[in-house]
């Protein structure tokens, strides 16, 4: 009979820091909180419910906290065993968005996205799970390897780092520009962490610029996109409505916020439940709620970096880095967007912008953060 538990026992005795379980949490609920009265409006609009959107992320909630506990607790060298099995399932499912019947595309005034995959009534973007997929691969290679090392025979790195390139690649031509982008920082901050000199590393970053500035130059929506930012108010009734109207909601919500008692406070930004929710929740509660908001997140990255300098085994350490290298570039880039530092790139604001496939991907994202953590005891 003992046996019949031993696996049940086993999971349980891998202690997880309690501290930093209950900031995710926080940050979690605190932006199921946020979503509510910021998608209200636009949702009796679309759908005749002003709890649709709330409803519908509440409930991927569910797979979410699964999620965060499967990957708080899985075996670490389990995810490392197969990881380039993971990559290839997310590399497929990427594939597969192209497929008719399978892929689901969305088209704008001049272009169409290949972003979204329907199996039977679940519909999910394929690309936020390719970036956890890419971290555990990444993790894996560089945990073999220290690149400060004179001893390290590069073209063993062709073939792997080929492979996540491909991966990019299609990410890239979904066209997820903004998510490419922000992963590719990630794994360049990984490869630095995993010893690979700063100024060539630098040095490789300046001279891709060209091919990024490319990017943006011969695709016409992200042209588009990078004159409204440039003038958004010249453009405030077209591309830059969203934006202008974005300043005026952190305009209008002042030291404490407006009165959301009704439920149907924002007459203004549409659609900025998904990536410019922050907006709508500086409205709702002011600069003590954003300040609170970014509380959490400092004692997120804090509590992180205090466990993650403890872990000794390399794979350990790069995967659990990279998770929270993701998480932290991705909020960054996206009050970036919404503040108007940068283009618009559609990157969401991790726990706090509505989608599925995000909220999930966060949750195994900060799962693995957890898991990566609980190795500092467990070494």
């Known amino acids: 009979m003992k046996n019949d538990y031993s696996f049940i026992l086993e999971i349980l005795e891998r202690r997880r820091d309690l501290f ?45 906290i699964l999620g965060l506990f499967v990957c708080a607790y899985i075996r670490l060298d389990f995810l490392r065993r197969y990881a380039l099995l993971f990559l290839a399932l997310t590399t497929l499912s990427l594939l597969l968005v192209f497929v008719p019947g399978l892929g689901q595309k969305v ?10 995959l329907a199996i039977g009534p679940v519909r999910f973007q394929p690309s936020e799970f390719a970036k956890i997929s890419l971290l555990i691969y990444a993790a894996h290679i560089l945990g073999k390897v220290n690149l400060n090392s004179g001893e390290v025979d590069f073209r063993r790195l062709i073939l792997p780092f080929s492979l996540m390139g491909g991966v990019l690649l299609l990410i890239l031509i979904g066209p997820q520009y903004g998510t490419t982008i922000c992963t590719l920082t990630v794994l360049a901050i990984m490869i630095y962490l995993s010893g690979f000199p700063m100024l060539r590393l630098v040095l490789v970053g300046v001279s891709s610029i060209p091919l990024l500035l490319l990017g943006i130059f011969l695709v016409n929506y992200r042209m ?53 929710i922050l907006a709508l929740f500086a409205e709702d509660f002011g600069v003590i ?65 509505y989608g599925g496939s995000s909220l999930v991907a966060s949750f195994c994202m900060a799962g693995l953060l957890l898991n990566a953590c609980g190795q500092s005891e467990a070494e």
């Open 107 to 116: 088209s704008s005034r001049t272009e169409s996205f290949h972003r979204w």
């Open 224 to 276: 588009e996109r990078f004159w409204v930012w440039l003038d958004p108010y010249s453009h405030r009734h077209e591309g830059g409505y969203q934006l202008v109207t974005a300043f005026r909601a952190f305009h209008e919500g002042n030291i404490s916020g407006t009165d959301i008692g009704t439920g149907f406070a924002h007459r203004y930004l549409t659609f900025g439940h998904t990536d410019f």
């Open 20 to 64: 930093l379980f209950g900031v995710i949490l926080c940050i979690a609920g605190m932006g199921l909180f946020a979503l509510n009265p910021a998608s209200s409006l636009q949702a009796r609009i679309d759908q005749g419910d002003p709890d649709y959107y709330f409803t519908k992320q509440l409930l991927w909630s569910v797979p979410g």
């Open 289 to 353: 709620g954003v300040a609170l908001l970014f509380l959490l997140y400092v004692l997120f990255i804090w509590r992180s970096v205090r466990l993650l300098v403890r872990v000794n085994q390399p794979f350990y350490f790069m995967l659990g880095a990279g998770c929270l290298v993701m998480l932290i570039v991705q909020s960054l880039l996206n009050v970036a967007v919404v503040t108007g530092l940068v283009p618009t790139t559609g990157v969401s604001l991790p726990f706090f912008s």
